[in-house]
């Protein structure tokens, strides 16, 4: 890198994309020699800040993403919030990803705290790539650097991807009960949502299958299959995954966020339509934490291992 | 043979009529008219939805219920840029689980809008379209929205200010006239009667009357029963009602690129769905003087509730009060009135503190 | 010798009934506050009773009479009130009739909940709870069933906890699932209680508060403003001061009488509603099948007023029974 050039930190939310797309961006930026500098993972004081700093219809894992926001001011030069409309006219983000930049923006206006974004909207002709080129060029670099550490940080997140799915074939060839567990990869990921809910089964001597943990490409195709009209990427890929494995589990969980848009009419969908395995709807609430989960969780286990005629 | 389609379209505000006209005129099919929308369809509605999708899906949900039971054995649905683009899939497979039979012709199969998806839309309606009717067919219709919307506008600015009450027959007679309205004729005649009646109207109006702004979530801003009639509400206080969302502004005449650069200070790219018309619609509003804002939306929809931090920032700097509403199968005519009649008094006595 | 001039206001609420009457001076003369025990109309007759008591009938005379609270209408109807206003409006007159710096006006009552702003004296933005009732009154009352306390020591216990528990307090169900848990966990009562107060404020800044810039002084009223617990909870979440008026319970009145004192209406009020029966009526339209449920009011046996119908087939109805 230049000598002149002034290095720059960009604060990256550990929150919302960051667990489908974070591998991209922290490579993308150390391929260009930027340094990244994460938020901590949620916790209470995290998701009280969101809470007081969101509109209170939000969802909650934008809650929660407000809060690392809050978390990063002032200990980086800009704050990176991308922002993902579409990879393809049938391939779109829930609106809220496309406002998460300027709703952000909004909501912390008097801070002097900078933000850095970029655009993805291959239906108005902007591709991933694209815009991180663009970005990179925006913090300036060259294009041709840019577009290399793109292609760079593809491979990575696609190699991490791929890890995943080995791993979980590996653990589904193993002897014992099931459970398919389906929700977006920043609830399940989440220390302070989903983990609770993930350890509990590890507790409970479970193998837990995720439907995210899918080849990308098969899930799509899946999808659209169970249901044709479904363009939302993020949805695809679980409603995909969720088809891809299901045979596999003794069991599924259906996790949201209240009140997750797409979630709401593709876990609907799911529950009416599959008859041949039995489904548990969680829907996780702003400040509601784990309180009653766990005994729903007990009494899930038990019905399939009942059902299954093994030991309760 | 499917030539005797009975067809319906869920009910949303008054523009069933144009959706008739095209049915009948453009796709010589039937057209099944379901009744106005009432408690009984958000009930219907509610009670076989999933609980947190948006109150929109709901009620069109109870009236699709309530066009199978008036007879109509093919329901058509359209689709959106939001959750709308979904509606069509699961409103089909949940009126499959109650075990009605019909045709459901889901047009977001063909939504991307290239000329290949609508001729394929034409054929799943009526595979024997007549190709030039259907063209002419359309053109008149549009005639039809773009009046329906200018007559519409027109009322609710007058409406408040007539002491005969003789606008709301008029606005009346012309709705019906286009319910049955059979040629362009028809509707140009009527259009041109509403349209000289309003204007002749004598109106008592004071020389700077309250001004509102009312705009927010596509589906309710514009449906009056599922807002509650807010418009009607607030012209019986004597306000003038103003109201730039509409099919014709929206979809007929767009003009995206233009307000996202004009709003481009608050908010760089489109947040979604109709934020960016709605955003510069409130900007606009606020420019131009108005005592207050309204913004409409249903429980949970998503872009409407994004937009609500960039709306609250200008109404700060343009200091401009904005009233929100968010609606669900719950929400109360009482609750609504009591949050009407306060802001009312507020913009009421902040103009006469200012002057 | 003549009377001087006096004004009554009503605010009769989902839980309790007030009323005052004021002189050309905003003085108080009587003031009274009951129960309203789902019974407007009982309420309304009980109250004025009680005002007359108190009320100097030789020196004064009520010439104007507002009403406002959830049953204005009714209790408008009832004692032919000159002025029927909401009861944010009253609130904000009533208050600011009072304290003329004040910027921010909190109040929680029994289902509702507002916030007004003020600036030079004139209430400038508001907001209203929009969904449910949580962080109100009524949740207040229930958990206090639960833990089995009166609803008015609830502050006190409050006030003992070092450690208020966090209570979910997004809607009721969700809380009240969260605070059996707590219970069952064996948090501390008084902790639990504690946080229990801290739930409703920082919902209540949450929801109705939320994107509005709350600056001092700030004034706190409805039923709640009576537990200690909430107010130091709204102490310590906006880092200020609350001032709470002794009187803060009857601002809505107040705002109800001063109203009726400002319009150019005239109309002797003589307590004369104590001995008249009046009788409401539901009766369904059923003339679509929204079925609009009207409330007919009658008094002494002859319907004065109905509302409750969406559209004019209902007022037709009405119109034809009161010719008949």
Redesign the interface.
């Known amino acids: 890198m230049d000598a002149e050039r002034k290095p720059i930190t960009v604060g990256i939310p550990r929150a919302m994309l960051y667990y489908q797309y974070g591998t991209i961006w922290k490579a993308f930026f150390e391929a260009l020699g930027v340094k990244t500098v994460l938020s901590p993972p949620t916790n209470?004081e995290i998701l009280e800040e969101g809470?007081?700093l969101s509109?209170?219809?939000?969802?909650l894992s934008a809650k929660v993403f407000m809060g690392h926001v809050h978390a990063l001011i002032g200990k980086c030069d800009y704050i990176f919030i991308p922002?993902y409309?579409s990879f393809r006219?049938d391939e779109v983000f829930?609106?809220?990803f496309?406002?998460?930049?300027?709703?952000t923006?909004?909501?912390f206006?008097t801070s002097p705290q900078r933000f850095l974004?970029c655009?993805i909207d291959a239906k108005n002709h902007q591709s991933e790539g694209d815009a991180f080129q663009a970005l990179g060029v925006s913090l300036g670099f060259s294009a041709k650097e840019s577009r290399q550490a793109y292609r760079q940080a593809l491979k990575k997140q696609q190699a991490e991807q791929k890890a995943a799915v080995r791993n979980q074939e590996a653990a589904a060839k193993k002897d014992g009960l099931k459970i398919l567990i389906v929700g977006h990869p920043y609830l399940l990921s989440d220390p302070y949502l989903g983990k609770p809910i993930l350890d509990f089964f590890r507790e409970s001597g479970t193998i837990l299958l995720r439907a995210d943990h899918t080849n990308r490409d098969r899930a799509k195709t899946a999808c659209m299959e169970f249901?044709?009209?479904?363009?939302?990427i993020m949805s695809k890929e679980l409603v995909g995954g969720a088809m891809l494995w299901k045979d596999r589990a003794d069991g599924m969980i259906l996790l949201s966020a209240?009140?997750?848009?797409?979630d709401?009419?593709?876990?609907?969908?799911m529950t009416?339509?599959l008859k041949d395995i039995p489904v548990l709807n969680l829907?996780l609430?702003?400040?509601?934490?784990t309180?009653?989960i766990e005994t729903r969780l007990e009494s899930f286990l038990d019905i399939i291992r009942f059902k299954k005629g093994s030991p309760v | 043979m499917k030539q005797s389609r009975k067809i319906a379209l869920p009910r949303y505000a008054e523009y069933n009529c144009a959706m008739k006209y095209v049915v009948e005129q453009g796709f010589e099919s039937k057209c099944i008219l379901p009744p106005p929308l009432t408690k009984r369809t958000e009930e219907l509605g509610a009670k076989n939805s999933?609980?947190?999708?948006?109150t929109p899906?709901k009620t069109t949900l109870g009236s699709m219920i309530e066009a199978l039971e008036a007879g109509a054995d093919t329901i058509l649905m359209v689709?959106g840029i939001?959750?709308l683009?979904?509606f069509?899939?699961?409103q089909e497979?949940?009126l499959r689980?109650l075990g009605y039979q019909f045709d459901f012709i889901?047009l977001?199969?063909f939504?991307?809008g290239k000329k290949k998806d609508f001729l394929r839309a034409v054929k799943a309606i009526n595979p024997n379209t007549n190709a030039a009717k259907l063209t002419k067919a359309f053109a008149e219709t549009v005639r039809m929205v773009e009046h329906l919307d200018e007559i519409t506008g027109k009322y609710y600015q007058v409406c408040g200010f007539d002491p005969t009450r003789e606008s709301r027959l008029i606005y009346r007679k012309f709705l019906s006239d286009m319910y049955a309205a059979q040629t362009l004729a028809d509707i140009e005649e009527s259009y041109r009667t509403a349209r000289r009646s309003l204007a002749g109207l004598p109106l008592q109006k004071p020389a700077d009357p309250l001004r509102v702004g009312i705009l927010g979530e596509f589906y309710t801003v514009m449906d009056a029963f599922s807002n509650l009639e807010v418009e009607q509400k607030l012209a019986d206080m004597g306000v003038e009602v103003h109201r730039w969302m509409n099919v014709t502004n929206s979809m007929l005449r767009p003009g995206g690129k233009n307000h996202q650069i004009q709003i481009m200070e608050?908010?760089?790219?489109?947040?979604?769905?109709n934020?960016t018309t709605d955003i510069w619609q409130a900007q606009t509003f606020a420019q131009m003087g108005f005592d207050g804002l309204i913004h409409i939306k249903s429980?949970?929809c998503?872009?409407e509730?994004?937009?609500?931090?960039?709306l609250?920032?200008l109404s700060q700097d343009y200091k401009i009060p904005i009233l929100y509403l968010?609606y669900d199968s719950q929400t109360s005519d009482v609750g609504l009135m009591t949050r009407l009649e306060a802001y009312y008094d507020m913009i009421e006595i902040r103009k006469k503190a200012a002057v | 010798m003549t009377k001087e001039n006096a004004f009554l206001g009503i605010d009769v609420g989902s839980i309790s009934t007030k009323g005052v009457i004021i002189n050309e001076n905003n003085q108080i003369l009587s003031s009274e506050y009951i129960w309203t025990e789902g019974s407007p109309i009982s309420a309304v007759k009980r109250l004025v009773g009680l005002l007359e008591d108190q009320f100097d009938r030789g020196c004064y005379q009520i010439v104007g009479t507002g009403t406002t609270g959830s049953a204005r209408r009714l209790a408008g109807v009832i004692v032919g009130a000159t002025v029927v206003k909401n009861e944010i409006t009253a609130h904000a007159i009533g208050t600011t009739t009072f304290y003329p710096d004040v910027r921010t006006i909190l109040e929680i009552g029994g289902q509702d909940s507002k916030i007004i702003l003020v600036e030079n004296g004139v209430a400038v933005d508001y907001a209203m709870n929009?969904?449910c009732a949580a962080g109100t009154g009524a949740f207040l009352s229930s958990q206090a069933r639960r833990l089995g306390i009166e609803v008015d020591e609830m502050g006190e216990y409050a006030l003992r906890s070092g450690h208020p528990t966090?209570?979910?307090?997004?809607?009721t169900v969700?809380a009240e699932?969260?605070l059996v848990?707590?219970i069952q966990m064996g948090h501390p009562r008084e902790d639990i209680i504690a946080g229990v107060c801290r739930a409703v404020a920082s919902n209540y800044?949450?929801?109705v508060g939320?994107?509005k810039k709350i600056t001092s002084p700030v004034v706190f009223q409805g039923g709640v403003s009576k537990n200690i617990g909430v107010v130091k909870a709204f102490e310590d979440l906006l880092h200020c001061p609350i001032l709470v008026d002794e009187n803060g319970h009857l601002m809505g009145a107040m705002g109800a009488a001063i109203l009726a004192k400002r319009s150019v209406k005239r109309d002797v009020f003589d307590f004369s509603v104590e001995n008249t029966e009046f009788v409401t009526r539901e009766a369904s339209c059923g003339r679509c099948s929204n079925n609009c449920e009207m409330i007919c009011v009658y008094r002494n046996g002859q319907l004065i007023d109905s509302w409750g119908n969406r559209c004019e087939r209902g007022a037709v109805s009405i119109s034809k029974s009161i010719a008949g």
């Open positions: 209470r809470i007081r509109v209170d219809e939000t969802c922002r409309s006219h829930c609106t809220r496309e406002g998460l930049y300027d709703q923006r909004n909501i206006r974004s655009n249901s044709p009209t479904c363009r939302w209240f009140p997750c848009g797409p709401s009419m593709t876990n609907e969908l009416r339509k829907v609430d702003a400040q509601s934490g309180a009653g | 999933p609980d947190f999708v948006c899906f689709y939001c959750r683009n979904y069509a899939e699961l497979q949940i689980d889901n977001s199969q939504n991307t608050r908010c760089e790219y489109s947040m979604g769905a934020s429980a949970s998503t872009p509730t994004d937009i609500m931090p960039v609250a920032n968010t | 929009t969904l966090p209570i979910a307090a997004r809607c969700f699932s969260d848990h707590k800044l949450n929801n939320k994107g």
